[in-house]
């Protein structure tokens, strides 16, 4: 039945006593469907939570890891980069010079990723009664994958920008 949230006490009552005229060896016992949704999805708003969760640590760890293979390859390039801002390289060169190998990376992960995640989210939408076309969805898929290299770019541009403004002598010297 379809009521109104205003004296609802007393309609459950009118119900109640009109249930038990018609039927008085059956127990009058009502639910309301809002908490029957509400109880269904709960188990997918705590998995979303947990998703949340996870997704933030993976991107912390990730970034971590970017920032360790940054600050390798500075310093392994550190020589390659004092000699070319001694002939003149600019410092954003050498930072799209850092940069470029990791945004490589990070473009060739998402062409992986995008699939795999279509995929994915077709098979968990295909268990609901209304659900959205994923067809249409891909905008969502082109920011994530900007966001993410967003994220790789700022993680890498850290290292990047240290080792494009280091003194090209002492590098030098130093190997």
């Not at 971590?64 to 500075?74: E, F, H, I, M, W």
């Not at 994915?120 to 898929?141: H, K, P, T």
């Amino acid at each position: 039945m379809k009521i109104r949230i205003e004296k609802l006490n007393e309609t459950l009552k009118f119900i109640e006593g009109a249930w038990k005229r018609t039927f008085p060896d059956a127990p009058f016992d009502y639910f309301f469907l809002d908490r029957v949704f509400e109880q269904r999805y709960q188990s997918e708003a705590n998995l979303k939570r947990l998703f949340e969760y996870f997704s933030g640590l993976a991107v912390f760890i990730g970034c971590l890891g970017l920032l360790g293979l940054a600050s390798y390859a500075a310093e392994r390039r550190s020589k390659e980069i004092g000699i070319r801002k001694v002939l003149g390289a600019s410092s954003p060169q050498i930072v799209v010079l850092l940069s470029k190998e990791f945004t490589r990376w990070v473009v060739m992960a998402n062409v992986f990723a995008w699939p795999a995640a279509y995929l994915a989210m077709r098979s968990w939408l295909g268990g609901y009664a209304y659900r959205i076309s994923l067809n249409a969805q891909w905008g969502f898929f082109i920011l994530a994958g900007t966001v993410t290299l967003a994220i790789a770019l700022l993680t890498v541009a850290f290292q990047a920008v240290k080792a494009a403004l280091s003194d090209p002598v002492k590098t030098i010297k130093y190997e």
